[in-house]
């Protein structure tokens, strides 16, 4: 026995070895599986941000061609039915439209502010009297297909409405709902359709106008 007394210091260590081994290993599996789970949960969620990313390509891919589309189009200007209605009368026949929209698609109106007759229109440049103009500034909550069909709508709608603006943004703490900015230009006759009807309005491209300088 005692001839074995010469490996007793080497069967500690080994031993201790072991030891240090499996306290070791209990030590770190635990952070390591915490690990691949977090990193599973980071896979997730790069998945979600990556498949709404893609959806709002799409959501902004829909609003150019409807852009495109409405920059080839012809819109009539609205003419109000009856006479001796004041500009504010004008804008709200059009303004209250535009809110049946918005209520329409379940967009949900975050604040809005409107200016008459901004001064870098050419309509108020050139024909203030016979047009009234007015632009609407809106912050609004949606979600992507619905903010889509707003679009369409304000497309569809019979007179010419413009789109100054829309700047679109997922929500940081829920990505599936949007946050836009949607800047529209309203335009009325201040006459009623007969004297509407006598007086040559501006060119109307769309989206874009061009008057004679």
Same mark, same amino acid.
């Given at each position: 026995?005692?001839?074995?007394?010469?490996?007793?210091?080497?069967?500690? &260590?080994?031993?201790?070895?072991?030891?240090?081994?499996?306290v070791g290993y209990n030590m770190a599996y635990p952070k390591?599986?915490?690990?691949?789970?977090? *990193?599973?949960?980071?896979?997730?969620?790069?998945?979600?941000?990556? !498949?709404?990313?893609?959806?709002?390509?799409?959501?902004?891919?829909?609003?150019?061609?409807?852009?495109?589309?409405?920059?080839?189009? *012809?819109?009539?200007?609205?003419?109000?039915?009856?006479?001796?209605?004041?500009?504010?009368?004008? &804008? &709200?026949?059009?303004?209250?439209?535009?809110?049946?929209?918005?209520?329409?698609?379940?967009?949900?109106?975050?604040?809005?502010?409107?200016?008459?007759?901004?001064?870098?229109?050419n309509f108020v440049k050139f024909g203030k009297d016979v047009?009234?103009?007015?632009?609407?500034?809106?912050?609004?909550?949606?979600?992507?297909?619905?903010?889509? @069909?707003?679009?369409q709508d304000i497309y569809q709608y019979p007179y010419y409405?413009?789109?100054?603006?829309? !700047?679109?943004?997922?929500?940081?703490? !829920? @990505?599936?709902?949007?946050?836009?900015?949607?800047?529209?230009?309203?335009?009325?006759?201040?006459?009623?359709?007969?004297?509407?009807?006598?007086?040559?309005?501006?060119?109307? !491209?769309?989206?874009?106008?061009?008057?004679?300088?």
């Amino acid at each position: 026995m005692d001839k074995y007394k010469k490996y007793y210091g080497v069967i500690i &260590f080994c031993l201790l070895v072991v030891v240090i081994a499996i306290v070791g290993y209990n030590m770190a599996y635990p952070k390591y599986t915490e690990s691949v789970a977090e *990193q599973t949960k980071v896979d997730k969620k790069q998945k979600e941000v990556d !498949d709404l990313n893609q959806k709002l390509k799409v959501v902004q891919s829909k609003i150019k061609k409807i852009k495109d589309s409405i920059v080839s189009s *012809q819109k009539k200007i609205y003419a109000p039915l009856e006479s001796d209605l004041g500009n504010e009368t004008l &804008f &709200f026949t059009l303004y209250n439209d535009v809110i049946e929209m918005l209520h329409a698609n379940s967009i949900k109106i975050k604040s809005i502010d409107y200016q008459y007759n901004p001064d870098t229109d050419n309509f108020v440049k050139f024909g203030k009297d016979v047009y009234f103009v007015c632009d609407v500034n809106m912050e609004l909550i949606s979600n992507y297909v619905n903010l889509g @069909k707003l679009i369409q709508d304000i497309y569809q709608y019979p007179y010419y409405i413009r789109i100054n603006n829309l !700047d679109v943004k997922p929500y940081e703490k !829920d @990505k599936k709902i949007l946050l836009s900015t949607l800047s529209i230009r309203l335009y009325a006759h201040t006459a009623p359709d007969e004297s509407a009807d006598t007086t040559a309005a501006p060119a109307l !491209d769309g989206a874009n106008t061009a008057l004679p300088q």
